[in-house]
């Protein structure tokens, strides 16, 4: 039975729902005529201009809404629903979705530590389309915030700013910002309201010339003796790097939705391209290697997703655990998407190098704008040591924390509450408890149970993790990143455990076929130096359920999301 025989069986969960919208409204991305097309996205980037076409797609479909919680007056319900939503927008250019998650950046301390006057103007603005930056960067601190030169100087009625933000997303052109300086008693943050205020003593700097992302605001500003009133301050005195630190627990959570819609795309356009391409007498979808290629980057795609639903949903309903969850995700997701976009790029061969022909030459501008998502908001090795000191301090003080229920932690795409930015407030450690690793024996007892030999590949993980927790390297050692290292991808085969054991009936036909689980612990096993032998019949398989998603107009995951439809040459 094909998934589309199936499909009554695969329901439309909540969380899906707005991402489904979305689809709807956006059109196929193959579909020239589409309001957020590839081809248009191309053109922008061909040209190093604003990708216009795809704004007013992205404005006339209220994408920027989703910015905004319901509570002031958007439609920002939960974490779960915005991450699709994402995935939609990044499916089709990553130059839009990068603009608007500017914004997104810029607006989330104000959604969670702004005074119910500055939430509100910050709504208006956004809901208004005003573009929002977050000035943190600067030429001379980048990872390192302790080394922010923009300083904040207390008048009778506010605070004159100087420096000079840099390499800061729409900054020639925002409307708002909100801008970390340093400041008594220590560094502050700071909501600028350039349309109210004014621009005086604002300098822009040009846009600057970049690899990918080309149609991106990305540039900056000079501030020079710039008056901001009392009112400005977010948050109390002296807490901007900690508010900078909670900030980004949501807003690198989110890019893993960026990596995974890119993804999406450059698999769909690498598989189309197998079926089609002829050699040897049959199609290059034919060759067992290019099976497996496809396979394998589908299901590096389906173990990020795992991962990147476990942290979207803790946003929602685990806000305690994000400290860890969040650079977990952020570190893993980018990486295991930039392995899907390599494995297309080899099934498309020189296809994947050229700047026309298959799909109007959409990969190479893919591959080039996502290579950037395992960077800002945090490199890799950033989130590796984030990663190393949350676990840290969890093994000074472990447990402390109670469980959180596994049937709330893993229902992906249930309804959850609406959106409280501020309850609770993002808090700087994990708590010592972690219901994913935690809950890692309980997982594969419950696989064992029902397959034995799944059971037996997932019990590797155990031995990894015992080994492992016998160890603690020393802070800002080689080792200690390794570690940080093998953690994330223990997470992330955990996450696919859970979301085997406990969602699997909600999920649909691809979600319910053990051929996923199989390839994508394989995958992770062999990142952890326990490589196993691979199973054909599962990559087989995967890319047969692959292909009858593609032609049910299906997204390529777990979730059973419905595409616009789709566009084909010549249909
Ligand atoms: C497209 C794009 C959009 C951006 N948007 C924004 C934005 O909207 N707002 C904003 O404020 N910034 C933005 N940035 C800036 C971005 O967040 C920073 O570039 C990024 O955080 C890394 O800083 P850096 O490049 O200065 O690297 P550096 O900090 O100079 O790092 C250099 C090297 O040191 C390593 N390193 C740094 N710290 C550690 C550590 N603790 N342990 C181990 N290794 C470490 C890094 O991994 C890297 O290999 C954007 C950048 C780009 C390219």
Same mark, same amino acid.
């Given at each position: 039975?094909?998934?589309?025989?199936?499909?009554?069986?695969a329901?439309?969960?909540?969380?899906?729902?707005?991402?489904?919208?979305?689809?709807?409204?956006?059109?196929?991305?193959?579909?020239?005529?589409?309001?957020?097309?590839?081809?248009?996205?191309?053109?922008?980037?061909? &040209?190093?201009?604003?990708?216009?076409?795809?704004?007013?797609?992205?404005?006339?479909?209220?994408?920027?809404?989703?910015?905004?919680?319901?509570?002031?007056?958007?439609?920002?319900?939960?974490?779960?629903?915005?991450?699709?939503?994402?995935?939609?927008?990044?499916r089709?250019?990553?130059?839009?979705?990068?603009?608007?998650?500017?914004?997104?950046?810029?607006?989330?301390?104000?959604?969670i530590?702004?005074?119910?006057?500055?939430?509100?103007?910050?709504?208006?603005?956004?809901?208004?389309?005003?573009?929002?930056?977050?000035?943190?960067?600067e030429?001379?601190?980048?990872?390192?915030?302790?080394?922010?030169?923009?300083?904040?100087?207390?008048?009778?009625?506010g605070?004159?700013?100087?420096?000079?933000k840099?390499?800061?997303?729409?900054?020639?052109?925002?409307?708002?910002?909100?801008?970390?300086?340093?400041?008594?008693?220590?560094?502050?943050?700071?909501?600028?309201d350039?349309?109210?205020?004014?621009?005086?003593?604002?300098?822009?700097?040009?846009?600057?010339?970049?690899?990918?992302?080309?149609?991106?605001?990305?540039?900056?500003?000079?501030?020079?003796?710039?008056?901001?009133?009392?009112?400005?301050?977010?948050?109390?005195?002296?807490?901007?790097?900690?508010?900078?630190?909670?900030?980004?627990?949501?807003?690198?959570?989110?890019?893993?939705?960026?990596?995974?819609?890119?993804?999406?795309?450059?698999?769909?356009?690498?598989?189309?391209?197998?079926?089609?391409?002829?050699?040897?007498?049959?199609?290059?979808?034919?060759?067992?290697?290019?099976?497996?290629?496809?396979?394998?980057?589908?299901?590096?795609?389906?173990?990020?997703?795992?991962?990147?639903?476990?942290?979207?949903?803790?946003?929602?309903?685990?806000?305690?655990?994000?400290?860890?969850?969040?650079?977990?995700?952020?570190?893993?997701?980018?990486?295991?998407?930039?392995?899907?976009? &390599?494995?297309?790029?080899?099934?498309?061969?020189?296809?994947?190098?050229l700047?026309?022909?298959?799909?109007?030459?959409?990969?190479?501008?893919?591959?080039?704008?996502?290579?950037?998502?395992?960077?800002?908001?945090?490199?890799?090795?950033?989130?590796?040591?984030?990663v190393?000191?949350?676990?840290?301090?969890?093994?000074?003080?472990?447990?402390?924390?109670?469980?959180?229920?596994?049937?709330?932690?893993?229902?992906?795409?249930?309804?959850?509450?609406?959106?409280?930015?501020?309850?609770?407030?993002?808090?700087?450690?994990?708590?010592?408890?972690?219901?994913?690793?935690?809950?890692?024996?309980?997982?594969?007892?419950?696989?064992?149970?029902?397959?034995?030999?799944?059971?037996?590949l997932?019990?590797?993980?155990?031995?990894?993790?015992?080994?492992?927790?016998?160890?603690?390297?020393?802070?800002?050692?080689?080792?200690?990143?390794?570690?940080?290292?093998?953690?994330?991808?223990?997470?992330?085969?955990?996450?696919?455990?859970?979301?085997?054991?406990?969602?699997?009936?909600?999920?649909?036909?691809?979600?319910?076929?053990?051929?996923?689980?199989?390839?994508?612990?394989?995958?992770?096993?062999?990142?952890?130096?326990?490589?196993?032998?691979?199973?054909?019949?599962?990559?087989?398989?995967?890319?047969?359920?692959?292909?009858?998603?593609?032609?049910?107009d299906?997204?390529?995951?777990?979730?059973?999301?419905?595409?616009?439809?789709?566009?084909?040459?010549?249909?």
């Amino acid at each position: 039975m094909t998934l589309r025989q199936r499909a009554y069986a695969a329901p439309v969960l909540t969380a899906s729902a707005d991402a489904e919208r979305v689809e709807r409204l956006l059109g196929c991305p193959f579909d020239p005529a589409g309001g957020m097309s590839l081809v248009a996205a191309l053109q922008a980037d061909e &040209t190093e201009t604003e990708p216009a076409a795809g704004y007013r797609a992205a404005w006339a479909a209220g994408l920027h809404e989703y910015l905004v919680p319901v509570a002031e007056g958007g439609r920002l319900a939960s974490f779960e629903s915005l991450l699709g939503v994402l995935r939609a927008m990044s499916r089709r250019d990553l130059a839009v979705a990068v603009g608007l998650g500017s914004t997104f950046l810029a607006a989330t301390p104000v959604w969670i530590w702004g005074t119910p006057e500055q939430r509100q103007r910050v709504a208006e603005l956004v809901l208004d389309r005003r573009w929002g930056t977050a000035g943190i960067s600067e030429d001379a601190a980048g990872s390192d915030l302790l080394a922010t030169a923009t300083r904040a100087t207390a008048t009778a009625d506010g605070w004159t700013l100087s420096g000079r933000k840099w390499l800061v997303g729409n900054g020639a052109r925002s409307g708002f910002a909100t801008v970390l300086a340093a400041a008594e008693p220590s560094f502050g943050l700071f909501l600028l309201d350039f349309d109210r205020v004014g621009t005086d003593g604002v300098r822009r700097l040009p846009k600057v010339r970049t690899l990918g992302l080309r149609g991106h605001d990305l540039s900056g500003f000079e501030l020079d003796g710039y008056r901001i009133p009392s009112s400005a301050r977010l948050g109390r005195p002296g807490r901007g790097v900690e508010m900078v630190s909670g900030m980004l627990q949501f807003t690198r959570t989110l890019v893993g939705g960026m990596s995974l819609g890119a993804a999406d795309t450059a698999l769909r356009i690498a598989l189309r391209h197998a079926r089609e391409r002829r050699l040897y007498g049959g199609t290059a979808l034919d060759l067992p290697p290019v099976r497996s290629l496809l396979a394998r980057g589908f299901a590096d795609l389906l173990a990020a997703e795992c991962t990147q639903l476990t942290a979207a949903r803790g946003l929602d309903v685990a806000r305690q655990r994000m400290p860890l969850w969040s650079a977990v995700a952020k570190y893993l997701v980018p990486a295991l998407c930039q392995d899907t976009v &390599t494995a297309a790029g080899e099934v498309l061969s020189a296809r994947a190098y050229l700047r026309e022909g298959v799909a109007g030459g959409a990969f190479q501008k893919i591959a080039r704008d996502a290579a950037i998502t395992p960077v800002f908001e945090g490199t890799q090795l950033v989130q590796l040591e984030t990663v190393h000191a949350q676990l840290a301090s969890g093994a000074r003080r472990p447990g402390t924390a109670p469980e959180l229920p596994a049937q709330l932690l893993f229902a992906f795409g249930d309804p959850v509450g609406p959106w409280r930015p501020a309850d609770p407030r993002p808090s700087l450690s994990y708590g010592g408890t972690d219901e994913v690793v935690g809950r890692l024996a309980e997982a594969v007892a419950l696989l064992a149970a029902e397959d034995r030999e799944l059971g037996r590949l997932a019990a590797q993980l155990l031995v990894v993790r015992e080994t492992d927790r016998a160890l603690l390297p020393p802070r800002r050692t080689p080792e200690a990143y390794e570690w940080a290292r093998r953690h994330c991808l223990l997470h992330a085969a955990a996450c696919c455990l859970h979301t085997w054991t406990r969602r699997r009936a909600a999920l649909g036909p691809l979600g319910s076929d053990p051929a996923w689980l199989s390839v994508a612990l394989r995958r992770l096993l062999e990142r952890l130096g326990r490589p196993t032998a691979p199973d054909h019949a599962a990559e087989h398989r995967l890319v047969r359920l692959l292909t009858e998603l593609d032609d049910d107009d299906r997204a390529f995951s777990l979730l059973p999301v419905r595409l616009a439809a789709q566009y084909r040459a010549g249909s």
